[in-house]
């Protein structure tokens, strides 16, 4: 069963950071262009950033301009991990963070182009 499980949220104050994890079981992650997206309340699910698979198409990595400088994402492939370390972080970066998985991504950060959702983890950024 292919399955995506989000991990690392938390409250954390203005400026500070966070370093999310997707795993993955049932799959290899690899194999497949992972996205991490949220949804902050009453808002519709937004793209953040995505990575491709590692040799088909090397690994490039896109961003949401809001997380442009601030947000990196990539892949531990020994543990089956695409992370999302979050630095400088604001407080509307407040949201339901979640990851998902395609066959290739781009800049469009669809959110209709992914699959596998996982169960999301929260980040609240707050004084």
């Known amino acids: 069963q292919v399955q995506l499980v989000e991990s690392g949220g938390g409250l954390v104050q203005p400026g500070g950071s966070l370093r999310l994890s997707c795993t993955a079981s049932g799959f290899t992650l690899d194999d497949y262009a992972i996205g991490w997206f949220r949804q902050a309340p009453g808002k519709e699910r937004e793209g953040v950033s995505c990575?491709?698979?590692?040799?088909?198409?090397?690994?490039?990595?896109y961003y949401a301009d809001s997380a442009k400088g601030r947000f990196t994402i990539s892949r531990d492939n020994a543990k089956n991990t695409v992370y999302l370390q979050m630095n400088s972080l604001k407080v509307e970066d407040t949201a339901v963070y979640y990851c998902?998985?395609?066959w290739g991504c781009g800049a469009e950060l669809a959110v209709a182009d992914f699959g596998s959702w996982g169960q999301g983890t929260r980040v609240t950024v707050s004084s």
């Open positions: 990575i491709n698979p590692s040799d088909t198409r090397s690994g490039s990595t």
């Open positions: 998902a998985s395609t």
